[in-house]
């Protein structure tokens, strides 16, 4: 079948076209569960433990000490702009870039 051109060069459809009816239905198929091993198990295995409420709680030591320092500096950062009357909005978070 020849294809018609209109004259902006786009194909003029048949009438037909858009009269076809194709049923839709689901299909039946058997469910199954697969469990694999995900991201999860393999790079947060070390930090974090999975609680069967579905919690997580940090087993690592060293990241809970990185965090308190975190935590220690941002308070100090903060304590530091109202005293000095600054805004608030210039705390600069800290980003390790070359460091873990």
């Given at each position: 079948m020849p294809v018609e051109l209109d004259k902006d060069r786009l194909v003029i459809l048949?009438?037909?076209?858009?009269?076809?009816?194709y049923l839709l239905k689901p299909v039946k198929a058997e469910y199954k569960l697969i469990k694999r091993a995900g991201w999860k198990d393999y790079f947060l295995r070390?930090?974090?433990e999975l609680?069967?409420?579905?919690?997580?709680?940090c087993i690592n030591t060293q990241v809970l000490k990185k965090q308190h320092g975190v935590l220690g500096y941002f308070l100090a950062k903060i304590a530091k702009q109202i005293l000095t009357?600054?805004?608030?909005?210039?705390?600069?978070?800290?980003?390790?870039i070359f460091g873990e």
């Open positions: 048949p009438s037909s076209y858009l009269k076809n009816r070390d930090i974090w609680l069967p409420t579905g919690e997580l709680r009357g600054k805004n608030l909005m210039e705390i600069s978070f800290p980003v390790p």
